[in-house]
């Protein structure tokens, strides 16, 4: 089993930066993925970023390439997404997953956090 909590989203203005925070616990060895994703209110969950953690590659959606990185600290079990320039339609929950396969999409993601909000004012 692996546990993952987000933390960091919060309330901001248009083009300010957050950074969130995933922290890993449990069978961490085991993962082979990590991904950020949202979900808007009335829309489905969509893909932000993902990390290959065996040699750290990154994937990005399209529309967050440029304003979002994903990183990760191994030493802390922890995953940041770095957001820059937000936008109001950045508005969402937050959620952070972990895959034990090479995962591109949140079915294939197996543990998920519970998520945090962000909200970007215009």
């Known amino acids: 089993q692996v546990q993952l909590v987000e933390s960091g989203g919060r309330l901001v203005q248009a083009g300010e930066t957050l950074r969130l925070s995933c922290v890993a616990s449990?069978?961490?060895?085991?993962?082979?993925?990590m991904g950020w994703f949202r979900q808007a209110p009335g829309k489905e969950r969509e893909s932000v970023a993902f990390m290959i953690l065996s040699d750290g590659s990154t994937y990005y959606a399209d529309s967050r390439k440029g304003r979002f990185t994903i990183s990760r600290d191994n030493a802390k079990n922890t995953m940041y997404l770095q957001m820059n320039s937000l936008k109001p339609e950045d508005t969402a929950v937050y959620y952070c997953?972990?895959?034990?396969?090479?995962?591109?999409?949140?079915?294939?993601?197996?543990?998920w956090g519970q998520g945090t909000q962000v909200t970007v004012s215009s």
């Open positions: 997953a972990a895959s034990l396969i090479v995962a591109h999409t949140a079915p294939q993601y197996t543990y």
């Open positions: 449990g069978r961490t060895s085991s993962i082979y993925t």
